[in-house]
């Protein structure tokens, strides 16, 4: 098994190598998911402002494809002493041995940019459970992805949920794609900033305050990667922020979408904004993508409330992984 860097965001070669393993991985762990085409890896192996990252592939003789993929890398700006892996390996890389020869070589990584910890997401086809027992790790939290066909919605029903009710009458909604209008970006940041208090499991984790200017910095990055970043947000009476729900889309991947977030202020929570806000967006989503046959979603397992909000919308649960915690460089 040889471990090779790879940059996929910028080398054809090395993005025609890791393509097939990503793609196949994504078919094991979320069952009818479409086929997905090259942006979200060149994006997700993109070097994202304050943080370092790096992908290794996993290869065999002979072939010039990977047989596994890890992502790797860590903040710059906060969580000092933590990594993060992201394991891309189908069952033929396991059963090959590239899940343990990728862990080691992104830990050792890791290390060397003075990470004391790893947080590593393990989806249940890994037997997670015997793999963090090989390295010591400790399982910190859970996690639900959950999947909804927008094409099969019953859209009165999504529409009566969308429309002002009697306890959020006092809120209008707005959207916008990719940059967020400046009169409303200082809010925007504070509605993220709700986000901070989202279920992390055991995992000790520190959050850094937003800002205008990591705001405009993180949009130029997905903008330049070709994401596409859609906001939909609820303003107050006085027109800031009070709740909002992203979601990501891609050119190439006209029947997908991912929801990145969904937060509302705590001084606005108990109005039933989430499942407003959510709706208006989805209905939003089909007017704007109306190929859109997957939009995917991820909960904490704690995280009854949003939960909650996603049944209700009709998402359906297609995977489970377990966040571990790993200690490195000792």
């Given at each position: 098994?040889?471990?090779?860097?790879?940059?996929?965001?910028?080398?054809?070669?090395?993005?025609?190598?890791?393509?097939?393993?990503?793609?196949?991985?994504?078919?094991?762990?979320?069952?009818?998911?479409?086929?997905?085409?090259?942006?979200?890896?060149?994006?997700?192996?993109?070097?994202?402002?304050?943080?370092?990252?790096?992908?290794?592939?996993?290869?065999?003789?002979?072939?010039?494809?990977?047989?596994?993929?890890?992502?790797?890398?860590?903040?710059?700006d906060e969580n000092l002493d933590l990594g993060w892996l992201n394991l891309e390996v189908p069952a033929e890389g396991r059963r090959l041995g590239a899940d343990v020869a990728l862990f080691e070589a992104a830990a050792k990584r890791c290390a060397a940019?003075?990470?004391?910890?790893?947080?590593?997401?393990?989806?249940?086809?890994?037997?997670?459970?015997?793999?963090?027992?090989?390295?010591?790790?400790?399982?910190?939290?859970?996690?639900?992805?959950?999947?909804?066909?927008?094409?099969?919605?019953?859209?009165?029903?999504?529409?009566?949920?969308?429309?002002?009710?009697?306890?959020?009458?006092?809120?209008?909604?707005?959207?916008?794609?990719?940059?967020?209008?400046?009169?409303?970006?200082?809010?925007?940041?504070?509605?993220?900033?709700?986000?901070h208090d989202q279920p992390m499991g055991d995992l000790d984790y520190g959050w850094v305050e937003n800002n205008v200017q990591r705001l405009r910095i993180d949009e130029e990055f997905t903008r330049c990667h070709g994401v596409r970043r859609h906001v939909l947000a609820a303003l107050d009476a006085d027109g800031r922020v009070a709740g909002y729900n992203s979601f990501m889309t891609v050119p190439d991947e006209p029947a997908t979408a991912e929801i990145w977030d969904t937060g509302v202020i705590r001084a606005h929570r108990g109005h039933g904004l989430g499942l407003r806000i959510k709706a208006a967006a989805t209905l939003w989503l089909l007017e704007t993508h109306p190929a859109a046959r997957w939009v995917e979603t991820a909960n904490n397992a704690s995280n009854q409330w949003m939960i909650n909000v996603n049944r209700k919308l009709g998402y359906r649960v297609i995977a489970t992984w377990h966040g571990y915690e790993f200690p490195i460089g000792g």
């Open positions: 098994m040889q471990i090779k860097s790879l940059n996929p965001a910028e080398s054809a070669s090395d993005l025609a190598a890791a393509l097939p393993p990503f793609r196949t991985m994504r078919r094991e762990i979320k069952p009818g998911l479409p086929e997905i085409g090259e942006t979200w890896l060149r994006y997700f192996s993109g070097t994202e402002p304050r943080e370092w990252n790096a992908v290794v592939g996993a290869f065999v003789e002979g072939r010039s494809e990977a047989v596994g993929l890890a992502f790797c890398g860590g903040q710059l940019e003075g990470r004391t910890r790893l947080a590593v997401p393990l989806y249940e086809a890994f037997d997670p459970t015997a793999f963090a027992e090989k390295f010591s790790g400790r399982k910190v939290s859970s996690t639900l992805n959950s999947a909804l066909d927008p094409s099969e919605i019953d859209r009165a029903e999504y529409e009566s949920w969308a429309a002002p009710s009697e306890k959020n009458a006092e809120y209008s909604l707005v959207h916008w794609t990719d940059r967020c209008p400046d009169g409303l970006a200082e809010s925007f940041c504070r509605a993220m900033d709700a986000m």
